[in-house]
């Protein structure tokens, strides 16, 4: 095997289809690493930060936003990627495309099992692996999305999750009391428009009133959004004092 379980490295696994996803989990714990699965880029933005991979093994044609719309929200200011990823697509003519791109990787489904784990050895050798600490301190934070609009939260949570923070969302209130009182978040963002009995003015004000939440970063944000924009802007809010 080509770990052992004290130096075991993880692995994220980008990819919507189930067989590939129990195959290649298979193979790669056979192999001695550990692994995650996500079936969509949204969901692997949301479990990026959390699991901190030494390794993203990603499929190009998902739903959603699809290989290439996670790709561009992990990439640094220096054209790098936060973790090495290795492109695994049925799409080989996407290998021109990949050419100038600061990809760890690049296999055409279907890939022969020793192929891929040569390649897979290949970048961890060349990228080690993150210290525990450096891990710890990739995490920005728990933060809370407070929207009845499932689809703003789910893109709020996804820029907070690139963000560095590690996200939940409740729909009103109430909800989101019951998930602080527990959870104990380092940053809220609320709509402005929560109905009553629990508004957006109230959720702050009792938010603040938990214990050892006095000093919470809560973010309002109003009605008549306009997307994208405005979830860079309230994320960005969340990410003042930081």
């Given at each position: 095997?080509?770990?052992?379980?004290?130096?075991?490295?993880?692995?994220?696994?980008?990819?919507?289809?189930?067989?590939?996803?129990?195959?290649?989990?298979?193979?790669?714990?056979?192999?001695?690493?550990?692994?995650?699965?996500?079936?969509?880029?949204?969901?692997?933005?949301?479990?990026?930060?959390?699991?901190?991979?030494?390794?993203?093994?990603?499929?190009?044609?998902?739903?959603?936003?699809?290989?290439?719309?996670?790709?561009?929200?992990?990439?640094?200011?220096?054209?790098?990627?936060?973790?090495?990823?290795?492109?695994?697509?049925?799409?080989?003519?996407?290998?021109?495309?990949?050419?100038?791109?600061?990809?760890?990787?690049?296999?055409?489904?279907?890939?022969?099992?020793?192929?891929?784990?040569?390649?897979?050895?290949?970048?961890?050798?060349?990228?080690?692996?993150?210290?525990?600490?450096?891990?710890?301190?990739?995490?920005?934070?728990?933060?809370?999305?407070?929207?009845?609009?499932?689809?703003?939260?789910?893109?709020?949570?996804?820029?907070?999750?690139?963000?560095?923070?590690?996200?939940?969302?409740?729909?009103?209130?109430?909800?989101?009391?019951?998930?602080?009182?527990?959870?104990?978040?380092?940053?809220?963002?609320?709509?402005?428009?929560?109905?009553?009995?629990?508004?957006?003015?109230?959720?702050?004000?009792?938010?603040?009133?938990?214990?050892?939440?006095?000093?919470?970063?809560?973010?309002?944000?109003?009605?008549g959004r306009a997307l994208p924009a405005d979830v860079q802007q309230v994320a960005a809010a969340l990410m003042?004092?930081?």
């Amino acid at each position: 095997m080509a770990n052992s379980e004290k130096t075991k490295k993880r692995i994220l696994l980008v990819d919507d289809d189930p067989s590939l996803q129990a195959t290649l989990t298979d193979f790669l714990q056979f192999e001695g690493y550990d692994t995650l699965c996500c079936s969509s880029g949204e969901e692997a933005i949301l479990s990026m930060r959390p699991w901190n991979p030494d390794l993203v093994i990603l499929d190009m044609g998902m739903p959603g936003m699809g290989g290439t719309g996670f790709l561009d929200r992990i990439v640094k200011e220096d054209g790098s990627t936060l973790y090495p990823v290795l492109v695994l697509t049925a799409r080989a003519s996407m290998a021109s495309y990949f050419a100038d791109k600061q990809i760890a990787g690049f296999i055409a489904k279907p890939a022969d099992p020793n192929d891929l784990l040569q390649e897979i050895g290949r970048i961890l050798f060349e990228n080690p692996a993150t210290p525990e600490d450096v891990r710890a301190r990739a995490i920005v934070g728990n933060a809370l999305v407070v929207d009845p609009d499932d689809t703003f939260s789910s893109l709020l949570a996804i820029e907070l999750a690139r963000f560095g923070f590690s996200p939940d969302r409740a729909s009103s209130g109430e909800e989101a009391l019951h998930i602080a009182s527990e959870q104990k978040p380092d940053a809220v963002a609320v709509a402005g428009g929560l109905a009553a009995p629990v508004t957006a003015d109230a959720l702050a004000a009792s938010l603040r009133s938990l214990p050892g939440m006095e000093g919470l970063r809560i973010a309002i944000y109003g009605e008549g959004r306009a997307l994208p924009a405005d979830v860079q802007q309230v994320a960005a809010a969340l990410m003042e004092g930081r």
